[in-house]
Nanobody
Framework: QVQLVESGGGLVQAGGSLRLSCAAS????????MAWYRQAPGKQRELVAI???????NYADSVKGRFTISRDNTNNTVYLQMNSLKPEDTAVYYC??????WGQGTQVTVSL
């Protein structure tokens, strides 16, 4: 059974940084695409960043140049480094494996 456990969320001031982590188990991590999504209150869940099994990446326009997705296949972990955070980045961030499996989410709150 696939399990995804996120960590690293919290409260940060605008302009600050956070790094989210998502540890996966129960699957062959290295062959799966991984992604981060987010959902703000009253809004639909949206794709933030995705990384393929070979390491190619893609980002939502709203986070390009500020966020970086990476993966460590040795430790079955995907990361999201978030810099220059803005209040509009406030959301619950979810880890996703292979478009199907979801983590429980971690709250990110960016204050003015």
């Amino acid at each position: 059974q696939v399990q995804l456990v996120e960590s690293g969320g919290g409260l940060v001031q605008a302009g600050g940084s956070l790094r989210l982590s998502c540890a996966a188990s129960g699957t062959i991590f290295s062959i799966n695409p991984m992604a981060w999504y987010r959902q703000a209150p009253g809004k639909q869940r949206e794709l933030v960043a995705i990384i393929s099994s070979l390491g190619s990446t893609n980002y939502a326009d709203s986070v390009k140049g500020r966020f970086t997705i990476s993966r460590d296949n040795t430790n079955n972990t995907v990361y999201l480094q978030m810099n220059s955070l803005k209040p509009e980045d406030t959301a619950v961030y979810y880890c996703n494996l292979n478009y199907v499996n979801w983590g429980q989410g971690t709250q990110v709150t960016v204050s003015l």
